[in-house]
């Protein structure tokens, strides 16, 4: 064999198994898998690991004086190919898994084990017969003339692997489906080198990077299914938060309304119209999944504090400056905002609560502030913000991008200040 050749399968044997060793530490630490997959690796990964050394030892017995041989490399070679012939059936178990299919019921799984214990048994008899391949006594691989047939079920198996991961390309995600087609096309890569360098051993080396971007692939995919969990997991809290009114605002305005109609019959009547407006906001929230626009919001904190205002009457005034209504923004972010203003600020000892929203054009952003005299914050470990106001940062966060900022204003108060970034401004 020429020099060249055997240092090159030297290096290569020995790049897959330092690549197979890191593979394997990196699942046995790894926690960012479930518990299936990081113990589908440690089988997956322990069987290539095995493959690799079986391939290195092969090599290196290549290349020692034949003084140094404790085994024959006919066996070496014999429990590398049965290794190498275990990966398309793994691999066929972690598509199942995946696609959410039975193991038992799959007929591609069928065939390709089918196709495997045909593999076994053709490599199994090759071991006493001279037909497919042999050895020399001086231990020199040759290949016989039926040497063919026994790639024929491992072609078989890789192209049943790739139908089947092409048809369910549709259940699997953009990761998974590039990362099982990379597992094929690769070491299908080395076997076209290996044939047309005969003695160069590249497939070892092409299935060990198929692994390891399989795994890479594999482990982005769910971290970022991860991701996709908790924000749903967040959206479910924020949405069952944002819906929740308090019962203590509905009874007093309910009450208010029952001892207006005997003193101000009109007056009831509109602060009946501007609670129903209000609870129809509060309504429409529950099957909104998306950013509303400002002016739907607007809407509501009007009616929202027109039930207030009719309420607390001279205790209570608002001033509204809003030039700038050309963005969208979560449902139910300003009007529980103003409502954790009156809640808060309303004290008869303090006067009357004057709360101002503004919105304003800012670069790259549209910016609403929320301005209150109420009593604001004693001191600064008070500025951790209510609950309510926790769930409107979290799905401001969530849905568009913004952000909420809650201080004390230079003279007293609150001053709440959301700002909400340029690409959810709406066109003229």
């Keep these: 064999m020429n020099s060249w050749i055997t240092l090159a399968n030297y290096t290569t044997a020995?790049?897959?198994?330092?690549?197979?060793?890191?593979?394997?530490?990196?699942?046995?630490?790894?926690?960012s898998m479930d518990q299936w997959s990081r113990r589908f690796f440690g089988i997956f990964?322990?069987?290539?690991?095995?493959?690799?050394?079986?391939n290195y030892v092969s090599v290196l017995w290549e290349i020692l004086p034949e003084p140094h041989f404790t085994l024959r490399i006919k066996y070496s070679l014999y429990f590398e190919s049965l290794l190498s012939g275990m990966m398309i059936p793994l691999?066929?178990?972690?598509?199942?898994?995946?696609?959410?299919?039975?193991?038992?019921?799959?007929?591609?799984?069928?065939?390709?084990?089918?196709?495997?214990?045909?593999?076994?048994?053709l490599l199994t008899v090759t071991q006493f017969t001279r037909f497919i391949y042999y050895f020399t006594p001086d231990q020199v691989y040759h290949r016989g003339a039926w040497y063919p047939l026994l790639l024929v079920p491992t072609a078989l198996s890789m192209v049943a692997l790739f139908v089947a991961v092409f048809r369910r390309r549709t259940r699997l995600s953009r990761r998974q489906f590039y990362s099982f087609l990379l597992y094929i096309l690769l070491p299908l890569f080395g076997m076209l080198i290996?044939?047309?360098?005969?003695?160069?051993?590249?497939?070892?080396?092409?299935?060990?990077?198929?692994?390891?971007?399989?795994?890479?692939?594999?482990?982005?995919?769910?971290?970022?299914?991860?991701?996709?969990?908790?924000?749903?997991?967040?959206?479910?809290?924020?949405?069952?938060?944002?819906?929740?009114?308090?019962?203590?605002?509905?009874?007093?305005?309910l009450l208010s309304i029952y001892y207006l109609c005997a003193q101000d019959t009109k007056k009831a009547q509109q602060i009946i119209l501007d609670f129903s407006s209000y609870l129809r906001q509060n309504f429409t929230a529950i099957v909104k999944e998306d950013t509303i626009p400002f002016t739907e919001e607007l809407e509501h904190t009007r009616a929202y504090l027109a039930v207030e205002q009719a309420r607390y009457e001279d205790r209570l005034s608002v001033e509204f400056d809003t030039p700038f209504t050309r963005f969208r923004l979560p449902p139910l972010t300003l009007q529980p905002i103003v409502e954790n203003a009156v809640k808060h600020g309303v004290d008869p000892e303090l006067g009357p609560l004057?709360?101002?929203?503004?919105?304003?054009?800012?670069?790259?952003?549209?910016?609403?502030?929320?301005?209150?005299?109420?009593?604001?914050?004693?001191?600064?470990?008070?500025?951790?913000?209510?609950?309510?106001?926790?769930?409107?940062?979290?799905?401001?966060k969530l849905m568009c991008g913004g952000t909420l900022d809650i201080r004390t204003g230079e003279t007293g108060g609150t001053v709440v200040t959301v700002t909400i970034p340029e690409k959810n401004r709406r066109p003229e």
């Design 14 to 31: 020995t790049a897959a198994l330092m690549l197979m060793i890191i593979n394997m530490i990196s699942v046995l630490v790894g926690r």
């Design 354 to 396: 004057r709360i101002k929203v503004e919105a304003r054009e800012a670069q790259a952003a549209s910016v609403i502030t929320v301005t209150d005299n109420g009593p604001g914050y004693a001191s600064a470990d008070d500025l951790a913000p209510h609950v309510a106001l926790s769930n409107i940062r979290e799905r401001l």
């Design 91 to 121: 691999l066929t178990v972690y598509l199942l898994r995946c696609t959410g299919e039975d193991l038992r019921r799959s007929r591609v799984f069928l065939v390709i084990l089918a196709l495997f214990v045909l593999y076994f048994a």
């Design 194 to 253: 290996q044939a047309v360098f005969y003695g160069l051993y590249m497939v070892v080396l092409s299935t060990t990077l198929a692994a390891m971007f399989l795994y890479i692939f594999m482990m982005m995919d769910q971290a970022e299914q991860n991701i996709q969990r908790q924000e749903e997991l967040a959206r479910q809290r924020a949405s069952i938060l944002v819906l929740q009114m308090r019962p203590h605002f509905i009874y007093n305005t």
């Design 45 to 54: 990964f322990g069987l290539l690991l095995l493959y690799t050394f079986s």
